[in-house]
């Protein structure tokens, strides 16, 4: 018996002789076939002992635990033998999360550090690890697998991913985003998943000053201009960090009950808005029928029928822009949302694009609007530090939309271009990105400071003056 422990063994009956080959059989971490061989041996005993259990809707852990124990009682029972103890409690994690979790995925899912998943195929798994983007070690065994393991996320809301619906949106029971991709889209990896996990802790400004991504005058800043009731533009490319952002911004909506009531509404439900009075909204995809769709805009249009002080929207990205821009003029202060652009010039352009899009205002009209309805615009990026090398998400640009035309040139003093549509916009904090400094520009947004005085949360005007501290803002 010491020699089966100290070769870590993992059947400890003492009435089976260590020498009987016969009646042993040893798993190395290189037999895979034995194991999926063993693996296809339990599921089959598994389904038969526990049919009526795996029929339930949703399961606990004394499901999974009853389980659990049913395999080790079964690898014991029949005398097999794992190299290794890590080996052992791999194969049994990996058969319990194969039925009641996600598979190999699960201690992904599981794992803090872990932001974003990539499933590729069978073969290729990344994993965003803090920032870092990696090659899993994991695999799957073949398509069938994966195809399984995406129809366990879509059963419990009623929708299918095949061929003839190869794109499929869709969140996991703890608010984590999924977009699947099947063949024949995905004709070169076969199925593909992406995931992207909810955030379960709500990331604050103040974390962004901690880990580097913003300072504190621009915290400070941030967080008085949403007290008032800036109305705010997220902008930033894709895994910039955008919805991370707009979270942490709602953070900084006033909780007083009763004094703002928030609508947020989200393809896929992630904002943390810690205010007693909201509502929050999700958009609904069409059932098998093709029928059944509420799209974001059409739950604006719903939002302002039950009068909101404020709608957050998660993402901008169609015909919705042009409800936003009524939502903005109509004396709704504070509307946030995010928008798909790599700076704020584009964010513009693409945002009076979608508006046209919806065939009601040309997208000339949409920027005059679009200065109107917005106050500022902050920018995000996912770029390597100059210094240590890692990849991070950071605030580079907070801007004031200053105007569209010759009023707004004016106001700033420059020459204007011949074109009464161009928007204006000025920084205020701006990131130098080659030494990775923070710095602020000097300008002081007086339209903002007048709205924030009416509002009576005015706000620190030292926030705005260049401190000649070397490397601060």
């Not at 319990?96 to 798994?125: C, R, T």
């Not at 035309?405 to 920084?427: C, F, I, R």
């Not at 520009?441 to 926030?463: C, F, Q, S």
Request: with cysteine; net charge neutral; charged share 30%.
């Amino acid at each position: 018996m010491n020699y089966i422990q100290s070769k870590k063994f993992m059947f400890e009956n003492a009435n089976i002789s260590i020498h009987d080959e016969e009646e042993k059989k040893k798993i190395y971490p290189t037999d895979t076939d034995k194991m999926d061989e063993l693996e296809e041996l339990i599921k089959v005993e598994i389904n038969r002992e526990f049919h009526i259990l795996l029929q339930k809707d949703k399961f606990d852990d004394s499901d999974s635990l009853k389980v659990r124990e049913f395999i080790k009682e079964y690898i014991k029972n029949n005398k097999y033998f794992f190299q290794r103890a890590e080996d052992y409690e791999l194969f049994v994690d990996m058969i319990v999360n194969d039925i009641f979790g996600l598979g190999v995925l699960e201690g992904y899912i599981n794992n803090p550090e872990i932001q974003e998943i990539w499933v590729l195929g069978p073969k290729n798994i990344y994993i965003d690890r803090l920032g870092k983007r990696e090659l899993s070690p994991l695999k799957f065994k073949n398509d069938k697998i994966i195809v399984a393991m995406i129809n366990k996320i879509l059963a419990p809301i009623n929708r299918k991913a095949d061929e003839s619906t190869p794109l499929v949106d869709a969140r996991l029971a703890d608010g984590s985003r999924v977009a699947i991709t099947m063949p024949p889209i995905s004709f070169s990896n076969g199925p593909e998943i992406v995931i992207r996990k909810f955030k379960k802790d709500k990331f604050t400004l103040d974390n962004y000053v901690e880990i580097g991504s913003a300072n504190r005058r621009m915290a400070d800043f941030l967080a008085a201009s949403v007290r008032w009731g800036a109305s705010i533009l997220v902008v930033g490319g894709t895994s910039s960090g955008k919805t991370t952002l707009l979270n942490a911004l709602t953070n900084e909506i006033p909780r007083d009950f009763g004094e703002e009531h928030v609508i947020t509404i989200e393809d896929s439900a992630e904002l943390i808005v810690g205010n007693p009075f909201l509502q929050s909204w999700e958009t609904k995809n069409n059932n098998s029928e093709g029928r059944g769709e509420i799209d974001s805009s059409k739950l604006v249009k719903h939002a302002l029928r039950n009068s909101p002080d404020r709608i957050i929207l998660g993402e901008i990205r169609d015909k919705v822009s042009y409800d936003v821009l009524q939502v903005a003029i109509t004396g709704h202060k504070g509307t946030m949302s995010t928008i798909h652009a790599d700076n704020a010039a584009k964010a513009v352009d693409r945002f009076s694009t979608l508006a046209g899009s919806a065939g009601i205002i040309s997208a000339e009209d949409a920027r005059k609007l679009f200065a109107d309805a917005f106050d500022l615009l902050v920018v995000l990026e996912r770029m390597k530090h100059p210094v240590t090398g890692e990849y991070c998400r950071v605030i580079t640009q907070i801007c004031h939309v200053v105007g569209v035309g010759q009023v707004a040139a004016e106001k700033l003093g420059v020459k204007s271009v011949d074109n009464p549509t161009h928007v204006y916009l000025q920084d205020i904090y701006k990131l130098d990105k080659k030494k990775f400094v923070f710095k602020t520009t000097g300008y002081i947004p007086k339209e903002l400071i007048d709205k924030a005085n009416v509002e009576n949360r005015p706000y620190d005007l030292n926030l705005f003056k260049i401190e000649k501290k070397k490397g601060d803002c």
